[in-house]
């Protein structure tokens, strides 16, 4: 078998292919949510809090070196941005939450599924089976 046609029969498996569909679904799905993040969460949020913009929150740990002749600044400023992880925790809870609300909905789905799949239980013995069914043994006894 030739690399390339091992290579198509690979990539052309459902697995594979809903995979593919996924991530980019769920590239898609994570732009959205930092969009309602950054955008409908965060500023309500932040002038609750006395119009504070979580983005701008950071700790300079270093100040930016800059020429004093022309004031361009020759090092940037190391700083942590806390306002920017805030703002990353809340995206990670609305995707996670938004995950564990779909896995929840397909296992209840194949829940129902294997229910309507499991076969019924055979009938009762009726009594004549029950009869034959001892005849049967004493048989195998003597």
Known sequence: MSMMKEFRDFAMKGNVIDLAVGIIIGAAFGKIVSSVVNDVIMPPIGLLVGGINFTDIKITMKDAITDPATGKIIKDAVTLKIGNFIQTLVDFTIVAFSVF????????????????????????????QELLTEIRDLLKKS
């Open 101 to 128: 609300l779909m896995v929840k909905g397909l296992n209840t789905l194949s829940k129902k599924k294997e229910a309507e799949a499991a076969p019924p239980p055979p009938p009762p013995a009726t009594k004549d």
